[in-house]
């Protein structure tokens, strides 16, 4: 059983930026593709980026590509986003998630294990 911790979250003006780590424990960390998902207020959890199991290959849905950067560190079992150019419609809880293979995936009903969330806040 994985676990997974996000941390990193908070309250930004519009523009600003912020990095949210999320700290995986329980499996071998390479082994698994690892994405960031997002849920506002009243609507369904979307994907926002995807990263592969050694980084080498990224994804991210339309509206955050050019703002956030999904990165990780295997050697500290740790996965990014970096968000920067933050928008009032990023305001959500961000979870990250993990999901057992070697390539990315997009879709929620791949991740296996799911973080608890942080949540994100962008003031106009």
């Known amino acids: 059983q994985a676990q997974l911790v996000e941390s990193g979250g908070g309250l930004v003006q519009a523009g600003g930026s912020l990095r949210l780590s999320c700290a995986a424990s329980?499996?071998?960390?390479?082994?698994?593709?690892m994405a960031w998902f997002r849920q506002a207020p009243g609507k369904e959890r979307e994907f926002v980026a995807a990263?592969?199991?050694?980084?080498?290959?990224?994804y991210y849905a339309d509206s955050v590509k050019g703002r956030f950067t999904i990165s990780r560190d295997n050697a500290k079992n740790t996965v990014y986003l970096q968000m920067s150019s933050l928008k009032p419609e990023d305001t959500a809880v961000y979870y990250c998630?993990?999901?057992?293979?070697?390539?990315?995936?997009?879709?929620?009903?791949?991740?296996?294990?799911w973080g608890q969330g942080t949540q994100v806040t962008v003031s106009s």
């Open positions: 990263i592969n199991w050694n980084g080498g290959s990224t």
């Open positions: 329980g499996r071998t960390f390479s082994n698994y593709a």
């Open positions: 998630a993990a999901a057992q293979g070697r390539s990315y995936y997009i879709y929620r009903s791949t991740y296996d294990y």
